[in-house]
């Protein structure tokens, strides 16, 4: 197991990344040393585990702010962390994968895995989707103190501000942090068409359209878990929330 913290340095405390932890896991050391000198340059504080036990150990002990996660891994992969991580306690994960297949996105996501990132990709963009996900979690801790009066109910599909809860027919559906927050910017226009720039732009702030490809997955995921009939898909444009006829 290799563990790197990073030390305090004079500017790290104006940087947005102070004091936020992020744990590397990653068994390819040339990727993990260029994920990690990218970090500490954003100001963040990094550990880094090259197998999936050391992976689990690491992140219980040190509770890390948010995790990068190869998913192929020595001793166990990375479907397997996310899973015993997130038993631990809920933190948001970005998945590695070298394979540009959506199956191992979409398992990603439905372990719990936040984002996602296809090998190779700029150091900038991974820099700045760990930024959007460190606030989207400090959105929700917000809104979980400031909540929203009543519970928006469209036909069967119930969303509930306050808790961050969805139910489907009266049953919860677990849906990923980032899974919510792309139902509500769905639903607080129903059967409107959003492209996927303006999703891209709401749910994750990242307005490179290079990154169309991960609403996709996301809405794919969501699909599976509130009712494909539920979401449409317009062609060349983006996605609408159905509603029930009046």
Request: with cysteine.
């Amino acid at each position: 197991m290799e563990h790197t913290q990073t030390s305090h340095n004079g500017n790290s405390a104006a940087t947005p990344g102070a004091q936020r932890r992020v744990l590397v896991v990653e068994d390819d050391t040339t990727i993990v040393e260029a994920i990690s000198a990218r970090l500490r340059a954003e100001g963040f504080l990094v550990q880094t585990a090259t197998d999936g036990p050391a992976a689990v150990d690491t992140a219980e002990a040190w509770q890390p702010d948010l995790l990068i996660l190869d998913i192929m891994l020595p001793g166990f992969d990375g479907l397997e962390v996310c899973r015993r991580v997130q038993a631990q306690r809920p933190v948001p994960v970005m998945m590695l994968t070298a394979r540009d297949d959506e199956t191992d996105m979409l398992v990603g996501l439905g372990v719990g895995a936040d984002d996602y990132m296809t090998k190779p990709f700029s150091m900038r963009e991974l820099a700045a989707r760990v930024h959007v996900l460190l606030r989207r979690v400090e959105r929700a801790a917000l809104a979980a103190t400031t909540p929203r009066s009543g519970i928006l109910r469209l036909g069967e599909l119930e969303i509930d501000h306050a808790q961050r809860r969805v139910r489907v027919h009266a049953e919860d559906v677990h849906l990923t942090p980032t899974e919510f927050d792309l139902l509500v910017c769905l639903a607080n226009t129903p059967r409107a068409v959003l492209s996927r720039e303006q999703l891209l732009a709401e749910v994750w702030d990242w307005a490179d359209a290079s990154g169309t490809r991960t609403v996709d997955s996301h809405i794919k995921a969501l699909r599976r878990k509130i009712g494909a009939e539920r979401i449409r898909t317009v062609h060349g444009v983006g996605y609408a929330l159905e509603t029930p006829t009046p």
